[in-house]
């Protein structure tokens, strides 16, 4: 996958395999994990796994969730983007676009997970033409139930999920391509 989105502060691009260590914090922080259906990470050996996922999402699908980088410091905080859920149903849909993010907490609560999930958003919709995307969150999880609603995402309903119930949010293209 060869994209870089950038925002005034943020800058997203696909995961390398040295982002490993910072995605292994991220991951292997119980209050990062706490919202996400899974258990924190408990080796890096893990997080390379997981990040080889995401490397074949990227030859799959040609899309998938990229690592955000603060533009100021040059710090990984976490990953945005949209994923193309090709593999798994969720409240019984398959082949959709899903928003989302993850970020450690030093960086929680300054506006990067709005200006990150906005600018997924404006690149799936102006650039690749996708005419919805979609976002699921843990019900509890107000922080970011409020970016979804904030870039526009409107609840639709809830659904059962890895043992807890997760509110539904989608957005049309509102230029839907010809």
Same mark, same amino acid.
């Given at each position: 996958?060869? /994209?870089?989105?950038?925002?005034? +502060? =943020?800058? =997203? ?6 982002? @490993?260590? @910072? ?13 996400? *259906? #899974?258990? %924190?990470? !408990? ?11 995401? $490397?074949?999402?990227?030859? +799959?699908? *040609?899309?998938? +969730?990229?690592?955000?980088? &603060? ?10 983007? &949209? ?10 849909? /398959?082949?959709?676009?899903? &928003?989302?993010?993850?970020?450690? %907490? +030093? $960086? ?8 990150? @999930?906005? @600018? ?5 919709? #102006?650039?690749?033409? =996708?005419?919805?995307?979609? *976002? ?5 999880? /107000? ?6 609603? !904030? ?17 539904? &949010? ?5 230029? %839907?391509?010809?």
């Amino acid at each position: 996958m060869d /994209i870089q989105i950038e925002t005034s +502060r =943020l800058l =997203l691009r696909p995961f390398i395999m040295e982002d @490993a260590p @910072a995605m292994f914090e991220l991951d292997s922080d119980p209050r990062v994990a706490r919202y996400v *259906g #899974n258990k %924190p990470v !408990k080796s890096l050996d893990e997080t390379r796994k997981i990040m080889k996922h995401v $490397f074949a999402q990227y030859e +799959r699908n *040609g899309i998938g +969730r990229m690592t955000v980088v &603060l533009k100021d410091t040059n710090e990984i905080m976490g990953w945005s983007g &949209l994923k193309l859920e090709d593999n798994n149903t969720y409240n019984g849909q /398959i082949n959709f676009y899903d &928003l989302g993010y993850r970020f450690m %907490p +030093r $960086f929680w609560r300054k506006g990067y997970g709005y200006e990150s @999930a906005q @600018a997924s958003l404006d690149w799936g919709f #102006n650039d690749l033409k =996708l005419k919805k995307i979609s *976002g699921f969150v843990q019900q509890g999880n /107000i922080g970011s139930r409020r970016i979804l609603e !904030k870039v526009g995402l409107i609840y639709t309903n809830t659904f059962p999920c890895w043992g807890d119930q997760f509110d539904w &949010l989608e957005l049309e293209n509102q230029n %839907p391509p010809d």
